[in-house]
């Protein structure tokens, strides 16, 4: 077998420097994913270093953390607890589409956005990281707060909304009619409900297939699987992610879980690579013209998202520092945001470099906002051991 | 006493309640199997505040020493409802001719009529064993059984 020297040093020190940047992150309790993009932003053609040899590499790892992404988001899904969700907080889910949705779509149309522009600027500013947050809410010893439910309902109807909000958007980007799109969407909808019904009646039989006691036979078993159902997806232009996220949807229970264990580091590691791509993707000289207008649109939609956690955390009897709490940890956006423009990216150069900006304010101030806005006044009093790391 | 059950969603659940000093717990369960107490604070009565994290072994045992004293209390209970059934206990001493032999091997519900339904060793309960459960020095039976049923059993480990 002939081996790349140049593509393994390009690479080894490429995740080399990534371990570097999210080892920092972890010791200031921020998300890895902003430094991943500046690593990306960084290098390439006019960067510091230019990677000719890893760029293949990169391009494929890309794709396939995108995939890996929106399995993780599938898997994380349970009928029960969106049922549940569903009831408590219908009125919160549509207060956070109108509020977070409409500034995107109109800042979309203020800079002359076509429609799908529009669109998927409209779902980047909607979309939080559900990511970021889960891990800000167990970092920050959240869960046993009573606006904690609020927040989790949130996103799972978001995660949710992105069931038809994908296919709707990948049909209207590769040049389809509305009409196609409206197809795509009955279609990939109806494949969710279709997903359901065969999880919650047959699910045991798939997840007997997939329960292989050998953690590697899990994981090659399911990889498989979510890969054929992609490219199958791609083939009737529904996008790879969206077939991966139906895969995700049908696994519950127990293969779920041990789907997820199985599939994490994977997902870290493409995840990354995804997130240096697009960074990659995006020119320094083409980020700074974009940035006052990526912080004008973080401010309002920050604020906007505030207001949404103040009304869903007020929906579960919460007072008014844990509304603010509540609302504060919604802001931060990352992963689905800029899945958004892996997605429609290639046919929009100033899409890219706006988002890439937009997520990188959010990123890093989102958990800044809420760690300053949630520090508890008594922990100091009462457990000075456990300060540390916590304020 | 009231326990209410909350959903997290993507996380697990959260178990609340007040004892009865008025404190209110909080303990979160994770679908990973881990456990966080918290209790709720009296300035801010929606914030949890963290006591301590149990992953799935630690809150094992944790549940293990709760529990333990009060199964033969709760055996007691039970025995109340039964004119005629008792609950006791019996300890294996060191010079028992059952120490490190099966339980089976005392044929003791064949001669007696009374069962062991659980072995207490230190910290552990084994509930209903088995008859190839082996005893040990310093186990303590609960036995289940007419007074003379008991008493029996007494006697036949004690050898």
Redesign the interface.
């Known amino acids: 077998m002939q081996t790349s020297v140049a593509l393994l040093l390009e690479l080894g020190v490429i995740l080399a420097a990534l371990s570097v940047l999210g080892a920092l992150a972890r010791r200031f309790a921020l998300s890895p994913i902003p430094l991943y993009l500046l690593a990306g932003l960084s290098l390439g053609e006019g960067g510091i270093a230019p990677v000719p040899a890893a760029g293949e590499f990169v391009q494929v790892g890309a794709a396939i953390g995108l995939v890996l992404l929106l399995l993780a988001l599938g898997l ?1 899904f ?1 009928i ?3 049922s ?2 569903l009831r408590r907080h219908v009125p919160s889910a549509g207060v956070d589409l109108v509020l977070n949705a409409v500034p995107g779509a109109l800042a979309g149309w203020y800079l002359g956005l076509d429609a799908v522009g529009i669109l998927a600027l409209a779902g980047v500013t909607y979309i939080s990281s ?1 990511g970021i947050i ?1 891990r800000l ?1 167990d970092d920050l ?9 609020a927040v ?2 949130v ?2 109807l978001e995660d949710f909304a992105m069931a038809a909000y994908l296919p709707l958007l990948v049909v209207l980007a590769s040049g389809g009619t509305w009409w196609q799109a409206a197809l795509g969407v009955l279609v990939a909808v109806g494949a969710v409900l279709a997903a359901f019904v065969v999880s919650y009646r047959w699910g045991h039989h798939l997840g007997r297939l997939l329960s292989d006691p050998d953690p590697e036979q899990l994981m090659l078993r399911v990889l498989g699987l979510t890969l054929i159902v992609a490219a199958l997806a791609e083939l009737v232009h529904a996008s790879a992610a969206v077939g991966a996220f139906l895969v995700g949807l049908t696994l519950t229970g127990e293969a779920a ?1 041990r789907a997820r264990n199985v599939l994490t580091p994977l997902r870290d590691l493409f995840a990354a690579v995804f997130f240096l791509a697009i960074g990659l993707s995006v020119s320094l000289s083409d980020l700074v013209p974009v940035l006052p207008v990526a912080l004008a649109l973080a401010a309002v939609t920050a604020a906007t998202k505030v207001v949404t956690g103040q009304y869903a955390a007020l929906r579960e009897g ?2 008014p ?2 509304r603010l ?1 509540a609302g504060t940890v919604l802001i931060v956006r990352g992963e689905f945001s800029i899945v958004i423009i892996g997605l429609v990216g290639a046919h929009h150069d100033r899409l890219g470099p706006l988002v890439a900006a937009y997520v990188l304010v959010l990123a890093i101030a989102g958990p800044l906002v809420t760690r300053l806005g949630g520090a ?4 100091s009093r ?2 000075p051991g ?1 300060n540390a790391g916590n304020s | 006493m009231d326990v209410n059950e ?6 697990g659940l ?1 178990y609340e309640f007040t004892n009865q000093d008025g404190d209110r717990i ?1 303990v ?1 369960a994770r ?2 199997g881990e456990f ?1 107490l ?1 209790v ?2 009296s ?8 006591m301590l994290r149990l992953n799935r072994e630690e809150a094992d045992t944790l549940a293990e020493i709760l529990g333990a004293p009060r199964i033969a209390e709760r055996f007691a209970d039970l025995t109340k409802e039964v004119p005629g059934l008792s609950a006791g206990q019996t300890g294996v001493r060191a010079g028992s001719p059952y120490v490190d032999r099966p339980l089976g091997h005392t044929r003791a519900r064949s001669r007696t009529g009374a069962s062991i339904v659980a072995i207490v060793r230190g910290e552990d309960v084994i509930a209903s064993p088995t008859p190839d459960e082996v005893l040990r020095a310093g186990d303590v039976l609960v036995v289940i059984g007419t007074r003379s049923g008991i008493a029996g059993v007494e006697k036949i480990i004690r050898g």
């Open positions: 994380q349970s029960h607890e969106f549940v969700s559900s889960a809410l010893r959240r869960l046993g707060n009573r606006e904690t439910p989790l309902s996103l799972v879980r919460a007072g520092r844990g709490r508890p006044p008594y922990r009462l457990l456990t | 909350v959903l997290l969603p993507g996380v959260r909080g979160v679908r990973t966080e918290v709720y604070g300035e801010d009565p929606d914030q949890g505040r963290s």
